[in-house]
């Protein structure tokens, strides 16, 4: 069955304090890493795709990272905008197109 | 990017009404729309697929008799929530996508509450 497990489920940083979230996952056969910023009473807004180990991805202050079981998105020098939840999700094995998504990382910056 | 438009943003409704949810893909057209379910501090939870012009897949323990999805065009697709109770107040969340294109695209929510 697909897993998705992100911690740490809370984070707090002050501004400027870089940081990364982890996102460890089980799947049949990886088609594909998803992460997206989730604001209060909004849906997901797309950020990355992942689909090889070793794949990076780059964004203003975030990057994605990939390795064989887990995804790192790391945050160099957050702003107070920066917070919100952060999802992962995986496409799901076994060839269907829904995602398996985590609980999310709540992040807080402080300015 | 692609804009999903998901309509109401909240809704208030009575124990025993039903409830539709409307999803639109504004600029691009939907071979497949996801529906998927987030209870508070919870994962999003897939709650079925459907294709343009086919039946509804839908995951395991989702009632199809309960949620009811229609995708009639490649542009539009419906959540009727039907006979709904309290348990069923949730965040509905659309997402809208194609051959190439899964998992980019989601609309805005719906944040339906059953009293």
């Known amino acids: 069955e697909d897993q998705v497990t992100q911690s740490p489920e809370a984070l707090r940083l002050q501004e400027g304090e870089s940081s990364s979230l982890n996102c460890s996952y089980t799947?049949?056969?990886?088609?594909?890493l998803f992460w997206y910023r989730q604001d209060p009473g909004k849906g997901p807004e797309f950020l990355f795709t992942l689909y090889s180990a070793g794949e990076e991805k780059e964004k203003e202050r975030l990057k994605a990272t990939l390795t064989k079981k887990e995804s790192f998105l790391h945050i160099t020098a957050p702003k107070p905008e920066d917070s919100a939840t952060y999802l992962c999700a995986v496409k799901r094995g076994g060839g269907a197109d829904g995602l398996t998504f985590g609980k999310g990382t709540h992040l807080i910056i402080q300015p | 990017g692609a804009v999903v438009s998901q309509h109401p943003s909240w809704v208030i409704c009575k124990s025993g009404t039903s409830v539709k949810i409307e999803c639109r893909s504004l600029d691009f057209q939907a071979t497949t729309m996801f529906w998927y379910r987030q209870f508070p501090k919870q994962s999003l939870m897939l709650m079925a697929t459907s294709n343009e012009g086919s039946k509804a897949t839908y995951e395991q323990g989702v009632e199809k008799d309960k949620f009811l999805i229609n995708h009639a065009s490649l542009t539009l697709s419906t959540l009727t929530v039907t006979s709904a109770h309290p348990e069923d107040s949730s965040f509905y969340i659309c997402s809208a996508g194609s051959s190439g294109r899964i998992g980019a695209f989601f609309g805005q929510g719906t944040r339906l509450t059953v009293v």
């Open positions: 799947v049949s056969g990886l088609r594909g």
